[in-house]
């Protein structure tokens, strides 16, 4: 059979199953000190390995998604295979498509990535070339800053008001890429940190109406690390702000991870009404000392390595069949009214099915809010007896850093979960 995965990761695949997870994502060692420990390491038999991902395909090319979801959510993804995976568990491929019809998709989303990316490059010469910029391309008022040489005006009109809103974006991007991971060795070299920001930029120019937001890079980062070709990379990271996207939203008034906060607000109010009404009466109600925490999807929280752990769980748990029909529209999840069969049911994520059972695919079913009402009932003593203003949330909510287990956190988050479904059926 055809090996799946080997020209995708990075990193020396050839170690051992039960290898230093730190070999595939070395640390520099002036910074391992600042790290937080990662606790994560592959096991046998629950960890997805590299063997049992290539037996989970057919002679054409199918996927087997049901045995591959199961195995994710007992141990995690081996690192030697995670880009590959992690494309499936995103949408970017349905299980049920053949080697071949993959093959055509890359390629045809690889001719698309090199459209955009030569459209920027004719704007901002600097685009692909394995350099960046950290300083504005234009100022305040909109116009081009004097002596700069890697913009070429001539080519484009520069009152285009899209054309416009990328460059302003474009040394924020820069800025943000070199505090990207910088503990990681891959980060060390200029090109990797190029490649990210290419990648950060033309998401940029395709989605305008997002744009750029802090936070992003977070979210692109591990792609970057994980796929070697750049096009795949940023189809990775596309697939993945499908989810997220709303969340960097923003106005003059309000950012888009709010809706998210009102959602914890009101399942902290039905779990825990002793701790939300304590929070509220510190002005903490609206949870605003989250945004973090649902912003970059707990990346600061954990190791880089236990980040990814809990990214892949999590999607595998959220796994639905039904995203590549929805990303053809809105990105959202269509209500199931009908019942389905047992074996249609496999293919969803454990998390996912549940709510697909009790017929909710509401945002309410959001596993990451209630990870972070996980992480609060944890801290339900001490948020009571010692926080008492928001300065000492902040700070107890703060001092979780590094000390998160990933695998406790979702146990306790799919608790609360559960109470969850159970008290709203009965309020």
Not at 263 to 285: A, C, F, N, T, W
């Amino acid at each position: 059979m055809l090996r799946i995965i080997s020209s995708n990761f990075h990193s020396n695949s050839s170690k051992s199953e039960n290898g230093d997870m730190e070999s595939f994502f070395p640390v520099r060692p002036e910074c391992r000190e600042h790290v937080p420990n990662t606790r994560f390491k592959p096991k046998v038999g629950k960890t997805l390995s590299e063997r049992r991902w290539n037996a989970a395909f057919d002679k054409d090319g199918r996927l087997d998604i049901a045995g591959v979801l199961r195995r994710i959510q007992r141990g995690g993804i081996h690192p030697s295979i995670k880009g590959a995976v992690w494309e499936f568990l995103l949408g970017c491929y349905d299980p049920n498509s053949t080697s071949e019809e993959r093959d055509q998709l890359r390629q045809k989303r690889r001719e698309q990535y090199a459209s955009w990316k030569e459209q920027c490059k004719k704007i901002v010469p600097i685009v692909g070339s394995g350099k960046f910029v950290m300083t504005p391309l234009v100022n305040e008022d909109e116009e081009p800053v004097e002596d700069n040489v890697i913009v070429d005006t001539k080519s484009v009109d520069d009152s285009d008001e899209k054309v416009t809103r990328w460059k302003l974006s474009l040394h924020q991007i820069g800025l943000d890429v070199v505090r990207t991971d910088r503990s990681l060795v891959f980060y060390e070299n200029e090109a990797n940190q190029a490649k990210l920001w290419d990648v950060l930029a033309i998401y940029t120019w395709v989605d305008d109406d997002i744009g750029y937001v802090q936070g992003m890079n977070d979210i692109c980062s591990p792609m970057v690390i994980l796929l070697k070709d750049e096009a795949d990379a940023f189809w990775c990271f596309e697939h993945a702000m499908r989810r997220v996207r709303e969340n960097f939203r923003s106005d003059a008034t309000s950012m888009g991870v709010q809706s998210q906060l009102g959602i914890l607000s009101q399942v902290m109010r039905v779990v825990d009404p002793k701790l939300h009404k304590h929070l509220e009466g510190l002005d903490g109600g609206e949870y605003l000392f989250a945004i973090r925490m649902l912003m970059v999807l707990f990346r600061r929280e954990f190791s880089f390595i236990d980040a990814l752990y809990l990214w892949e769980v999590m999607w595998a748990m959220e796994y639905n069949p039904n995203m590549f029909a929805d990303y053809a529209s809105n990105g959202s999840h269509e209500v199931v009214t009908t019942k389905l069969s047992k074996k249609v049911l496999q293919q969803y994520g454990k998390y996912e099915r549940k709510n697909v059972k009790k017929g909710r695919t509401d945002q309410k079913s959001l596993l990451a809010v209630f990870l972070v009402a996980g992480v609060l009932e944890t801290k339900n003593k001490k948020l009571l007896n010692e926080a008492k203003g928001l300065d000492d949330v902040a700070q107890i909510m703060g001092d979780i850093t590094g000390s998160l287990d990933a695998k406790k956190a979702l146990t306790e988050a799919l608790r609360i979960h559960k109470k969850y479904l159970s008290k709203a059926r009965n309020r």
